[in-house]
């Protein structure tokens, strides 16, 4: 299914719960910085319309996308957040670095779900060129930063009808 079709930004019609209780970490990329800047103020702007205040948003840094699992890592040791996104942008080029770059940081943001039990939310764009990651970074696919946050948020409003229903 292609992303048009898959496209959380479209906000309306998806039940997404209140924000204003929950603390987020944003980690991001500065690789492909246009882009991963331009995800970064559709994921803070997405938690805050659903209500998460602006002092319970941290925003954190890393050099390229491969660094993002230890500094979604670090966040998750060093800092309360109840939810960590990670945001970044690998575009394929000629060389292999692509291939392992993506595998490694999916594998990573995977095992820290499961190590500290909290939403690590993949939010790393794997585009073929510039352009499919324009479409995909406020363009005519939406923000993936913006449907990054949707995730968090929702993941933590299962955590909490699991806490409730137990
Ligand atoms: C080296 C590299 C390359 C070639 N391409 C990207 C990219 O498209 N997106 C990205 O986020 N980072 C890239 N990097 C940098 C690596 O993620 C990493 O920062 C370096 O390999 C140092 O560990």
């Given at each position: 299914m292609s992303s048009v079709d898959k496209n959380l930004s479209s906000i309306e019609g998806t039940e997404v719960p209140n924000a204003s209780e929950f603390r987020f970490?944003?980690?991001?990329?500065e690789w492909n910085s246009t882009i991963t800047n331009a995800l970064k103020e559709g994921a803070m702007s997405t938690l805050k319309h659903f209500g998460a205040k602006q002092q319970n948003i941290s925003?954190?840094?890393?050099?390229?996308?491969f660094e993002l699992t230890l500094g979604a890592q670090y966040a998750a040791e060093f800092t309360d957040a109840d939810a960590i996104i990670c945001l970044g942008?690998?575009?394929q080029g000629e060389t292999r670095?692509?291939?392992?770059?993506?595998?490694?940081?999916?594998?990573?943001i995977t095992d820290l779900n499961i190590k500290y039990n909290i939403p690590v939310i993949f939010?790393?764009?794997?585009p073929d060129t510039m352009q499919q990651a324009i479409d995909r970074a406020g363009g005519k696919h939406g923000n993936k930063g913006s449907e990054a946050a949707i995730t968090a948020?929702?993941?933590?409003?299962?955590r909490n009808t699991f806490i409730q229903e137990k």
């Open positions: 970490a944003i980690v991001y990329s925003i954190h840094p890393v050099p390229g996308s942008c690998v575009i670095h692509f291939d392992f770059i993506c595998d490694a940081v999916a594998k990573g939010g790393v764009l794997t948020i929702k993941m933590l409003g299962l």
